[in-house]
């Protein structure tokens, strides 16, 4: 492929991989158009363009969102030119187990990294496919194919990635297109993102060793662009494993049960303090660079540290192969029992037994009393009582999504104006509001049904319900509406504001009203005990609605997505503190 004049988009552009991918296209005389939330990051990875001789434009996206995507394309080929090849690089995760990672954090994590690489895909073929030409290089990870504990968000993202790449791919060969989507599978990177990353553990985070410079990765992307080679694994130990897992399935589960868990932490404890970027961005005022905080050992498998590990690594490897043989040979026998009828695997209860505690042949006629002690010990989990399940709790999850659409319908007010980005904004928080609206209708009637159960309450859930379902007539046309128009054409005395604007009034007064009266009504007739949520709840709220909790300081505006979004368009209008001042006035 001729570099010369060539253009190239790539996501998380900020730090790590991405950051290292710029400097590389650059240096082969791309021009890039770089796209992160970090805004400082941002700003150091164009200077570095800059100095290369290369033009760069620097656009804040957040890839989870898809109309931000398109709108950072289209902005790109209006001043870069076509878009000859799109990296799909950002990524974010929780580390912690799955028991502990909130609801809200693992939706967070596949928006980010995998919905991330399907919006990107999607808007650079729009503009590549009419010309029959492109390349589309999406990162993967060796944990798409092997998983690991700690990191199901990640590898569940990951394997998600593989799977669309396959099938889009496919795609693309069907119809004869000569533009080229390739993968390429990353291993363990000494990357900022394990300084950042969002975690439970007590102890800091680490790759899993052997651990690689991020320039070894942007080559390895570079070169596929290049090339437009269908898939890459980056690593010779990952080319093991991943072979490895296909010729023996089954025991990678085991080996990364064995060994991922403890070698994913350092000794070192998690800082009380420490950043975490899934929410957002923690280099918006300080630059990270490329490189984390592991450079004396990301030499891959010639770091000495990663050699004498070799004997120990060899020997939980043979423990997992022989894991996994045990554990077929019990399916196997299992399997076995089941197809001969054994009575001490498949035992049934006819008709004629009404007690329930005679056992019986496959002919009916009873079969020997005498137990087995795998039969005793099934007999005493039967007499166990099981437990209650704790009573789910949803005024909580009520609250936080009041609070949630309270900040949305309080900052759609800053982006009314007749500017293309300010229609382009209004519709998308139009749509964001819309959709938070719908989903909060679920909750709105379990809170509803509880109320009405308690006698002193019972005229505050009347008042719910009743003006439920005013408002959802209303919102179902408001949401029909909104799929007809484009957001780009919505403006004040359009038809959609018609609906919108008078819909909106309704609800704040009615959020306002139940976070103010209901709700705390509702705290005060309900023990604490059936409040047990309320702590992730809180976290919940902080991270989306901290314009409701009056949050101050000069970072104020990271903290809630709306806001910088928002604060991002004006300041592309060199507009940033007229957006400031309303915001706050707000």
């Known amino acids: 492929m001729d ?30 158009a770089l796209l992160a939330r970090g805004k400082e990051g941002l700003r150091a990875s164009a200077r570095e363009v800059e100095a290369l001789g290369r033009r760069c434009l620097a656009i804040p996206t957040d890839v989870s969102d898809f109309a931000q995507v398109d709108h950072a394309a289209a902005r790109t080929e209006l001043e870069l030119g076509p878009i000859d090849v799109w990296v799909n ?81 496919a795609e693309l ?25 969002e975690t439970t553990m007590e102890k800091q985070p680490q790759p899993v060793p052997p651990i690689y410079q991020p320039e070894i990765a942007a080559r390895a992307i570079f070169d596929t662009a290049v090339d437009g080679r269908r898939s890459r694994i980056v690593g010779s130990w990952n080319k093991m494993l991943v072979v490895m897992d296909q010729l023996l399935p089954g025991v990678g589960n085991h080996f990364a049960s064995l060994a991922a868990w403890n070698g994913q932490m350092t000794k070192n404890d998690v800082q009380v303090n420490r950043p975490s970027n899934l929410w957002t961005a923690v280099d918006s005022d300080v630059d990270y660079g490329g490189h984390g905080i592991f450079d004396k050992r990301a030499r891959g498998m010639k770091d000495p540290s990663f050699l004498i590990t070799l004997p120990k690594i060899a020997v939980t490897y043979i423990r997992a192969c022989e894991l996994t043989i045990r554990e077929t040979i019990d399916v196997r026998k299992r399997n076995k029992a089941r197809l001969n009828g054994d009575a001490t695997i498949h035992v049934g209860v006819r008709g004629g037994n009404p007690q329930g505690n005679e056992r019986i042949d496959e002919e009916g006629s009873p079969l020997s009393t005498t137990t087995t002690e795998g039969d005793n010990s099934r007999q005493q989990l039967r007499d166990v009582p099981a437990a209650s399940k704790p009573e789910k709790n949803s005024l909580d999850v009520f609250e936080a999504e009041n609070v949630r659409l309270l900040g949305l319908i309080e900052g759609i007010a800053v982006c009314r104006g007749s500017s293309v980005e300010e229609r382009y904004e209004y519709g998308n928080l139009a749509k964001e509001i819309l959709r938070h609206l719908a989903i909060r209708q679920s909750s709105l009637v379990d809170v509803s049904a509880v109320m009405s159960t308690l006698p002193n309450l019972a005229h505050l859930s009347s008042r719910i319900m009743e003006r439920a379902t005013e408002l959802l007539l209303s919102i179902d046309e408001a949401t029909k509406l909104a799929r007809e128009v484009q957001p780009v054409a919505l403006n004040v005395g359009q038809d959609f504001d018609g609906s919108f604007v008078p819909l909106i009034g309704a609800v704040k007064d009615e959020i306002v009203w139940e976070l103010t009266s209901a709700i705390p009504a509702f705290r005060e007739a309900t023990s604490t005990e059936k409040l047990e949520g309320r702590l992730r709840t809180a976290r919940y709220v902080r991270r989306h609605a901290p314009t409701y909790l009056n949050s101050k300081g000069p970072r104020w505006y990271e903290h809630a997505p709306v806001v910088s979004r928002l604060l991002t368009i004006y300041e592309h209008m060199n507009d940033y503190p007229r957006a400031s001042r309303e915001w706050r006035s707000s």
């Open 173 to 197: 060969l069907h119809d004869g297109s000569h533009v080229r989507l390739s993968m390429v599978h990353l291993p363990a990177m000494n990357t900022p993102q394990f300084d950042w990353c």
């Open 89 to 169: 690089d950002a990524m974010t995760t929780v580390f912690s187990p799955l028991r502990d990672v909130a609801p809200e954090d693992f939706e967070r994590a596949l928006r980010v990294t995998f919905l991330g690489q399907v919006w990107g895909t999607k808007v650079a073929l729009a503009r590549m496919r009419p010309r029959d030409a492109g390349a589309i290089v999406n990162v993967g990870s060796a944990l798409s194919f092997v998983g690991i504990p700690l990191q199901a968000a990640y590898c569940a993202s990951k394997f998600a990635c593989r799977g669309f790449f396959e099938s889009t791919r």
């Open 3 to 32: 570099s010369v004049h060539k253009v190239v988009v790539i996501t998380g552009a900020s730090a790590g991989v991405g950051r290292e991918t710029v400097r590389i296209f650059a240096e082969n005389g791309y021009d890039v």
